[in-house]
């Protein structure tokens, strides 16, 4: 698999499904259409401080490391289960194919 550098902006799609937010996302995984994020809209809102998205969570059958990734919308494949694997890149740059174990949905800090 060939691999993209750097980091592009792509939007990110609340649980409410209409407000979105603008966040930094690596070109890899912003290729990968099962992750489900959305193209980067022009002077967008950035993703509030305190904000943790959604995320999918796994470990690899073959080498047991575990993982997990930014999920971009609940729509995405691997957010309803259409997908139940994801890949993440090792600290020696291999690719590991890891199987979904949960989902965590996202978090909001609230203000006091």
Same mark, same amino acid.
């Given at each position: ?7 592009? %902006? ?18 890899? $995984? ?20 305190? %904000? ?5 969570? *796994?470990?690899?059958?073959? @080498? *047991? ?8 919308? @609940? ?10 694997? %994801?890949?993440? $890149? ?23």
């Amino acid at each position: 698999m060939a691999l993209v550098r750097g980091m592009v %902006f792509r939007t990110y799609t609340c649980d409410d499904g209409s407000t979105t937010f603008q966040t930094l996302v690596d070109a890899d $995984e912003a290729a990968i259409a099962a992750r489900g994020w959305g193209a980067a809209v022009v002077g967008g809102d950035l993703l509030p401080r305190g %904000f943790k998205e959604r995320r999918a969570h *796994g470990i690899s059958p073959t @080498t *047991g490391r575990r993982g997990s990734c930014r999920v971009g919308s @609940t729509a995405a494949d691997l957010w309803t289960g259409v997908a139940s694997t %994801f890949t993440v $890149e090792g600290n020696d740059n291999t690719i590991d194919t890891l199987d979904v174990t949960s989902r965590t949905g996202e978090r909001r800090r609230l203000a006091h």
